[in-house]
Structure formats: structure tokens, C-alpha cells
């Protein structure tokens, strides 16, 4: 080491003493420096010390941030590993005899080294033989978490989802031929069942503990690697990617394979289902997302007791509630979930919910987010009568409503009609063209007046109006006809919103109009 000039040591020196830099101090004087409680002392060494730069006096030293290392995984991997399959799905197809095309013998590599094969390649493919005996192929593999140990093993829907075979693998080397339970496609929570008894389990942790930048663990079998472990950190909570779930985001490493499997914590407790990633690759990008294992259960218990998940629906459509909307609405402040809808003859609708209401809470759950409203009237029983909290026309009032079985919505589909090319001024301003409905028109869709559009453009179009919709009213004035349309329309000022209530089908709709 080349040595220090004494001139650099002597200023090297009294910078540091300046600063208060141990590290600097160190280098100036290594001899000279000693921890003391919190403090640095500094002692004269020959003719060129410290205390000739500076005078010797104690140098408080800021209280040292505790410096953590990284988690040791080894003993969570030992406790819940075990716990942890691999789900291999198998689907049987017709093959035709014939020379080994170019894409049979990609089917041939891929399942050689056991990788899930890609659409297009094997006998489904566009160069695969039709026809011929059943044959048996790989479909995919994912992965799983046994829940209890006579071998109830949860999984993602996706990954049995069109399986003729469902085979489980334990850590241990033990495979299983496995039967579903129930799958549920919205939450994409499946529940499989082996025969097997006094199998390891898992721990099922509590997610409202979970905090933001914790570390977490995932085990599943990647590309087919069984028994892969990752880590990562938690980067978010509640993230809505989902109609009925929030997700937490993770920056632990997911690809295809890890779907099922568990996001662990440091205390060894599940806490979500690896679920899905965000990439523009097809690859891992680093963002991840579980399945919070508290909805998770919920969905399991269900599909363990009927094989089907029963949810609530109440037959609305909604929007969120931003800071212009609640000012327009005279709302303290942006929350709830603004009913944009109402099937005729549904719950809502029987119950006394009319669009342009803000939810604010249903059976006494608070909905701060438009999001929130489908998941708690999801996960509330069917028949049950439940208080629901509205804001409308500036005051606060409770309905109750009487929560009917989730099915599929129908919404009525609007018929093509040539455009009315003939608008009033107020008309032509929010970018409508209306008409008078014909008695019949009025007859079907059971209302006494209203405008019927013809075309929409620009801000109506933007506020999701289109031809066919019937405008029952403007600004909170109902409009019987062309004439009145045109003289509520006038009085809402330039330049400023306007809410409209609108016949679609079935639905009576809320739609709000920016110029």
C-alpha cells in the first residue's frame, strides 16, 4: 500500500474531525480511533496527530440503524415444503397413424424433458394427424397446497380446467390419481382430492397482518421443476386487478407452473395463492400477484361442502365515485359505489335502489370503492334481507333489499336504427340526436314519456349513450318529450355536467355528460 503524505494525513484528519466521518477518520488515523458508549475518542500519536489538527474532545456519533441480513428460508422450506405438489393434467386425444410430422417431433421434445406443451403443438395442432385411437397427452403442470391431511389439496381452476386426468405428486415421490371437488372460475379457486391419509398440511395465516416490503416465499414447480423456491418481497395490497378478489403483488419470481401453489410468510403460514404475473414477454417481469388465502378459504369451504360456489347479486350496474361527481352530488367526500343501472324486476330494483343512488354501505359493511360493493354483496348469502345505505339527492337513507342467487346478467342488445338526421340546439350541444318513441315503443318498454336517441356523439357518446336509448330524464327533471328534453337541456350552463337517467332494454342506466 503506497504510504499517506503526512501533509494529506494532517488534512485527511482534520476534515474528518470536522464531519464526524468514521470512516474518513479511519483512514486519516486507523491508530487513533476508538468506539467508546456511542462515541469517538481520539488519542495523540507522534507529532502529527489528530488533537494537533483539531482539539481533543468527544464526537457524538448518531444513534446506528439496525442493519438486518438477509431471511434464512432453509427451515421454512423444511416445515411447509412437504405440504406442496405438483399437479400434472393429462387429456386424452385422437392421433392417426401416419409418418412423424415436424410438430410431432416437438410434441416428442417436450415431453421428454416433461415441459408443458405450447397450443398449436401435438395432434391438436395445425400439422397433427385427426383421427386414429385415443391417445393420452400432458396438458400442463401447476401446483397445489394440501389443506388437510386426508387429502383435500387446493390449486388454481386454471390449471384443471379441461383435464381428463388430474395427477398429484407428492414431495416424497408418491403420485396420486386426483378428483375434483369443485372449481370456480371467477376467483380461479379449484379443490382437488386424493386418497391418502395422515398427509402434511399447511398453516393458513392471517393476510390482515400482512404488511407491505415483508418478505414471502413461494414453493411450485416452474416449467415443471418440482419443489422450486423463490423469494421476494410483498409490494402491494388490495391491488384491484379482479372482478371479485383483491390481489396482493408480490416481486417473488412466478412463471408457468407456480400457478397454485402457495406465497408463504416468514412464519411459515400460507397467505395467497401464486395466481398470475404481469408480463409483456411471457416471461417474469417482476410483478406477481396471489390470491389473499383468507377469499381463498372462503371459495374452498364451499366447494368442499356443495362442489359450487353460491354468491349473492342484487342486479345493478355501477361506476366509481370521483372528487368532481361527489361535488356534483353534494357527497362530503369521493367514497361509495355510484349505481349507474338498475335491472327491471331485480332485487335493486324491488328493493327501492334507483340509478344515480351512492352506495355507501350494504349490510352494514362500509363500500369505500366501487369495487368493494360486488365482492360483499358476492359473499352474502342468497335471501338474506340486508340494510343498504344510500346517498341521494344530498341526504343519506337505508333500503333493504332482499339479496336473490348470482346468474348470469342478460342485458337487452340495442337494434341498429338509422340516425334521425334532424337535432335541437340543446340537443345537438351534448352531442345527441333525439326523437319521440312511438306508442308502441312506449308500450315495451313500459314508460310513459321519455326522448328516444338516434345518434350520439362526442360527449354523449364519450358518457356511453348510444342509439336506442330512451332519455327519461335531464338533470334530475324528468322529460316527456322532444319539447321538454330541449328545455331541461337548456338550462344546464355551458361547459358544465349534466346527468341523465336512460331506458336500455331492461336496465334503467345513470350517465353523466361532460361537454
Known sequence: MTPIKQSTRRYLAASAAALGLVGVLWLAQPQAVEAQSGTLATSAVG??????????????????????GLPDFTVLVDQVGPAVVNIRTIERVRQGAGPAAPNDLMEEFFRRFGVPMPPGVGPRGPQGPQGGPGVERPRGVGSGFILSADGFIMTNAHVVEGADEVVVTLTDGREFSARVVGADRRTDIAVVKIEATRLPTVRIGDVSRLRVGEWVMAIGSPFGLESTVTAGIVSARQRETGEFLPFIQTDVAINPGNSGGPLINMRGEVVGINNMIYTRSGGFQGISFAIPIDEAMLVADQLRATGRVTRGRIGVAIGAVDRELATSLGLP??????????????????????????????????VERSTDLPRIVAGTAPGSRVPVRVWRQGAERTLTVTVAAFEDERVARAGEREADPAATPAAQRLGL?????????????????????????????????????????VGNRPVANVREFEVAATAVPPNRSVNVLVRRGDWTLHAIIRP
Open 333 to 366: 367526500r369521493a367514497t361509495g359505489a355510484l349505481i349507474q343501472g338498475v335491472e327491471n324486476q331485480s332485487p335493486a330494483a324491488r328493493g327501492g335502489i334507483e340509478p344515480g343512488d351512492v352506495v355507501l354501505s350494504f349490510d352494514g359493511k362500509p
Open 47 to 68: 507529532s502529527n496527530t489528530l488533537a494537533q489538527a483539531a482539539p481533543a474532545r468527544s464526537v457524538p456519533v448518531s444513534a446506528p440503524v439496525e442493519v438486518r
Open 433 to 473: 340526436s333525439v326523437r319521440e318513441p312511438t306508442a308502441a315503443e312506449r308500450r315495451s318498454l313500459r314508460i310513459e314519456g321519455g326522448v328516444w336517441v338516434t345518434a350520439a356523439s362526442a360527449a354523449a357518446a364519450r358518457a356511453g349513450l348510444r342509439p336506442d336509448d330512451v332519455i327519461v330524464a
